[in-house]
């Protein structure tokens, strides 16, 4: 499966497509391709595995990695929600990107309107974690 990236270089804006070939890489740039074996131990690296390691019992401050704009939100203060459920979508780079509940609970706070610009990791959404 090919995947595009955007890319950035000394201020020069690339957009880069990515194939895994066993265990090198292919990569297209501007009509050349390159073959790329990559040496060493790999850490596996996945999103899920990344999520699973973030979310905490209790621990209901839902946040964004990237900055953006909230194009979409979801939910209102006292919505019961459970985890992996959408509460907003985020613009970002013009990829929409939804933010997720990381727990189970009820929403106590929210710090974002739709069409509200944020930064990275500010706290958007609070959620009272349940059992």
Known sequence: ???KRKVIV???EFEVELEKKGTSWQ????NREFLIKVKGERKKNSKENKRKKKIKIGNGTVSS???GKIISL???IGDKVKQGDVLAILEAMKMQNE????IKGII???NCDSGDSIIANA???IIEGKK
């Open 99 to 102: 933010i997720v509940a990381p």
């Open 10 to 12: 000394d201020d020069e």
């Open 27 to 30: 990569v297209k740039i501007r």
């Open 108 to 110: 106590k706070q929210i």
């Open 65 to 67: 990695s990237i900055p």
């Open 123 to 125: 706290p958007l959404i």
């Open 74 to 76: 979801n939910v209102s």
């Open 1 to 3: 499966m090919t995947e």
